[in-house]
Structures are given as structure tokens and as C-alpha cells.
């Protein structure tokens, strides 16, 4: 059964880091897209960051960009996204999804993770 679980998630001060994971279990990430979003009540699931499988290729949301980086370690089957220089506009529930196909940001990967939540507050 293909399964993808999310972790690391927890409150940070502004300005600080954290480190989400992203662990497949069931399939081997090699040969998948993965793709990061966070949705928070009442608003539209939003495009992160996605990381293809062919070449490695990334692509950050413009609100992203700068201070979160997409990496992928195949040996441990888990794909990470550091965020630093958070900030309160990055709270939201932090979502994984795989596809066979790279779907860019757009929120129609096949498989996804049950989310973590990240609180950005003094």
C-alpha cells in the first residue's frame, strides 16, 4: 500500500526554521514527483514546492522563494522541505503528494500524506 507520512511539523518563533519530512513507504520515491502544499481553513490548497523525478528539477512559490529548499534522498526513500526565516503567513497544515507525473504545484498528485501542522508565532 502506497503510503507517504509527513513529520516535523510544531510552533516556531518568526524568523525561525524547520525541517518537514516526507517518508514513502510502499513505493520507491526515485521514480515519483513530489510536491509540498499547505492549505489553512476556509482557503484553497497552495502550491509549495515540487521536486521532479527525472532530472531533480525544483520549482518554489513566489512566496516561498529564497527561504525554503525542496531535497530528495532516495536512500532513506524521503523527501524534505527546509523552511527558514519563517513567518506568520506560513502557518498552515503541511501536506506531501507523490505522482508518476510531474505535476508542478498544481494540486493533482495521486498520492498524499494525512499533513502536519507548522505555527509560526511569537
Known amino acids: 500500500q502506497l503510503q507517504l507520512v509527513e513529520s516535523g511539523g510544531g510552533l516556531v518563533q518568526p524568523g525561525g526554521s524547520l525541517r518537514l519530512s516526507c517518508a514513502a513507504s510502499?513505493?520507491?520515491?526515485?521514480?515519483?514527483?513530489i510536491g509540498w502544499f499547505r492549505q489553512v481553513p476556509g482557503k484553497e490548497r497552495e502550491g509549495v514546492s515540487s521536486?521532479?523525478?527525472?532530472?531533480?528539477?525544483?520549482y518554489y512559490a513566489d512566496s516561498v522563494k529564497g527561504r525554503f529548499t525542496i531535497s530528495r534522498d532516495n536512500a532513506k526513500n524521503t523527501v524534505y522541505l527546509q523552511m527558514n526565516s519563517l513567518k506568520p503567513e506560513d502557518t498552515a497544515v503541511y501536506y506531501c503528494?507523490?505522482?508518476?507525473?510531474?505535476?508542478?504545484?498544481?494540486?493533482?498528485?495521486?498520492?498524499w500524506g494525512q499533513g502536519t501542522q507548522v505555527t509560526v508565532s511569537s
Open positions: 503528494a507523490a505522482d508518476d507525473v510531474y505535476d508542478g504545484l498544481s494540486p493533482v498528485y495521486d498520492y
Open positions: 510502499g513505493f520507491t520515491l526515485d521514480y515519483y514527483a
Open positions: 521536486i521532479s523525478s527525472s532530472d531533480g528539477s525544483t
